[in-house]
């Protein structure tokens, strides 16, 4: 490199190639919102879902970042669509299957670790059927996490490092997490404030479009009691054990 333009490309090669990375990882998202939604909804709607996500401002901008924040909703909707299987399936390959996306969720990024219920939730739920795998297999599925966690997270495991580290930040309580300072006087029920007002910022007819969905929803269950019947209602619990904690 030898003029100033020459040497800015170089220098930003890096973080480019992570952003190129982040975008096709992300793109994946947009299938596995139509195989999840595609469980519950006719192809039409599914169709529809996929497509208020596909043109999300909020995940187009995340996922052209140099951050982990884009590819992450990729790995979750994966290790929710494997966790589905494992609660209809119940086989070998099913807790593999399970164990190796949510331990990609998981490496991702932190927030990942909400995929654990949904795996807990779909090895409860699971009918008890001839030919299934022994539930000692989530042990397995286990390893396969705690091998992702090892090999993606390294600093954590360097003898000299302080990874979790509790003092002030700013003159306020904090936890350090690997230079991600977490200010402990911000957890006071403000953020579901915070969560509505950005999402509405980022996507208003996407947030429309869901509280109405769910009024539909509410008022469905309450004239029908049960809106779905037994293995899809089952299949929407495991998605809401990764929703609601997360």
């Not at 996306?101 to 409860?124: E, H, K, N, R």
């Amino acid at each position: 490199a030898r003029t100033l333009d020459e040497h800015l490309r170089v220098a930003s090669a890096p973080w480019r190639d992570v952003r190129i990375v982040s975008v096709l990882l992300s793109i994946l998202a947009v299938p596995g919102t139509w195989l999840l939604t595609r469980r519950f909804l006719g192809d039409l709607w599914a169709l529809l879902a996929t497509a208020f996500f596909a043109s999300s401002l909020m995940q187009s901008d995340f996922s052209a970042q140099d951050r982990p924040h884009g590819m992450v909703t990729t790995f979750v909707l994966f290790a929710v669509l494997a966790a589905i299987r494992l609660r209809r399936r119940g086989d070998v390959g099913s807790y593999l299957l399970a164990g190796v996306t949510a331990g990609l969720a998981i490496g991702a990024l932190q927030s990942g670790l909400a995929v654990l219920p949904a795996f807990l939730a779909a090895i409860v739920l699971q009918e008890r059927e001839q030919g299934r795998a022994s539930r000692w297999w989530a042990l397995a599925s286990l390893s396969i996490v705690a091998l992702c966690v090892r090999w993606l997270y390294p600093f954590h495991f360097v003898s000299d490092a302080d990874n979790v580290v509790l003092g002030t930040e700013r003159g306020e309580s904090a936890v350090n997490l690997s230079g991600h300072v977490i200010f402990l006087e911000g957890f006071d029920g403000s953020g579901f404030r915070r969560i509505v007002t950005s999402m509405w910022f980022w996507d208003p007819i996407l947030s429309f479009a869901c509280l109405t969905g769910l009024v539909f929803f509410v008022l469905r269950l309450a004239r029908r009691g049960r809106p779905l019947e037994g293995s899809r209602r089952k299949d929407l619990l495991v998605v809401a054990a990764y929703a609601l904690p997360f």
